[in-house]
């Protein structure tokens, strides 16, 4: 049983930045591609960026592309998603899952959740 636990959200003015962080349990954590997704208030979750276990293969949304890098440290069990140039529709809680195997999109692939934070940007 993977647990995951996210950090870092707040609120933040439009055009600011923030780092999330994923804290995970598992020691194996590194042989575990790990996503990052969002759900604005009054819409499904939605897949924001995904990291393989190794740090290598990466994938974003087309939303975030340019804006949102994610990044792991196997070291410490982490993944991050560093987010830039934050918008009002950037407002979401952010979620972080985790999968044993390779990257993907798909929510459904994903067996591990975190609880999610907050993120909230002011215009």
């Known amino acids: 049983q993977v647990q995951l636990v996210e950090s870092g959200g707040g609120l933040v003015q439009a055009g600011g930045s923030l780092r999330l962080s994923c804290a995970a349990s598992e020691r194996t954590f590194s042989r575990y591609a790990t996503g990052w997704f969002r759900q604005a208030p009054g819409k499904e979750r939605e897949f924001v960026a995904t990291v393989s276990g190794s740090g290598g293969p990466t994938y974003y949304a087309d939303s975030v592309k340019g804006r949102f890098t994610i990044s792991r440290d196997n070291a410490k069990n982490t993944v991050y998603l560093q987010m830039n140039s934050l918008q009002p529709q950037d407002t979401a809680v952010y979620y972080c899952?985790?999968?044993?195997?390779?990257?993907?999109?798909?929510?459904?692939?994903?067996?591990?959740w975190g609880q999610g934070t907050h993120v909230t940007v002011s215009s």
């Open positions: 899952a985790a999968r044993w195997g390779s990257i993907t999109r798909r929510e459904s692939e994903y067996r591990y």
